[in-house]
């Protein structure tokens, strides 16, 4: 089955990465790996925003785009059932849970993102693949939180970070 | 491409292209299955939303309007 990689991971994409080593070792595999289009939109996002005087987020922001386009890369669209999913679940969960001792975010930046995972989790789910993320303690709640609002479809399964 | 494979995977690019004739059916299947399965999801928010009642009250046109102001006004996510 094929699993979706959230921005934790589809972040770690660079040339020459072992990431970018793995996601291209599965392509031609059941077990292909797919790219959420939230996630590439934060990846593309933190890269723009991160470029100005850095030559390494210019490069990629460069680099992105070509391999976007390659016919092995399975991006996945965010799609109505996905849309109505995080717009209920927002309404049910509109905060992160409490920060990790850890994160230096702010308030408002760790809403952003997790908005943000809601999307990236509803459309793993919407497609009923698996996610693998870094961030496993939260994307189980989100799964949580799906299966509390739709218990007859089928739940997300949350994957720990192949990397 | 498929002499890329090819190499990759040790083998003459006529047997790759046989192998991703298979390939392509197989990842075809999978999406088909995917899409498959983004309905069912959409149906079990469906049914989750419950029955429609026939006398339900529905917005009229004013209420609408108003609410659609509301959300402009605040965002929508406040």
């Not at chain 1, 790996?33 to 990629?60: D, K, Q, T, W």
């Not at chain 1, 943000?116 to 189980?140: H, I, K, S």
């Amino acid at each position: 089955m094929p699993v979706a990689w959230d921005t934790t991971l589809v972040s770690r994409l660079t040339p020459g990465s072992s990431a970018l080593e793995l996601f291209e070792s599965t392509q031609l595999d059941a077990a292909r790996v797919l790219i959420p289009a939230v996630s590439v939109m934060e990846v593309v996002c933190g890269h723009a925003r991160a470029s100005a005087g850095r030559r390494r987020s210019e490069r990629l922001l460069n680099w992105l785009p070509g391999f976007l386009a390659r016919p092995d890369v399975g991006v996945l669209g965010f799609t109505r059932t996905a849309a109505f999913a995080v717009g209920e679940a927002r309404a049910r969960a509109p905060f992160p849970p409490s920060r990790r001792a850890r994160d230096r975010r702010s308030k408002a930046e760790r809403r952003v993102s997790w908005a943000l995972d809601m999307q990236v989790a509803a459309t793993a789910w919407a497609f009923g693949v698996p996610v693998a993320t870094e961030n496993v303690a939260d994307f189980e709640r989100l799964s949580e939180l799906l299966a509390e609002l739709y218990p007859r479809a089928k739940p997300l399964e949350v994957l720990p970070s192949p990397l | 491409m498929t002499r890329e494979a090819a190499t990759h995977l040790g083998t003459t690019p006529n047997d790759a292209l046989i192998l991703f004739a298979e390939l392509g059916a197989r990842l075809y299947a999978q999406e088909i299955e995917m899409a498959r399965t983004e309905r069912l999801q959409m149906q079990a928010i469906v049914e989750a939303a419950g029955p429609v009642e026939p006398d339900a009250e529905y917005p009229t046109e004013e209420e609408a309007r108003e609410a659609a102001l509301f959300l402009r006004r605040t965002g929508g996510w406040a």
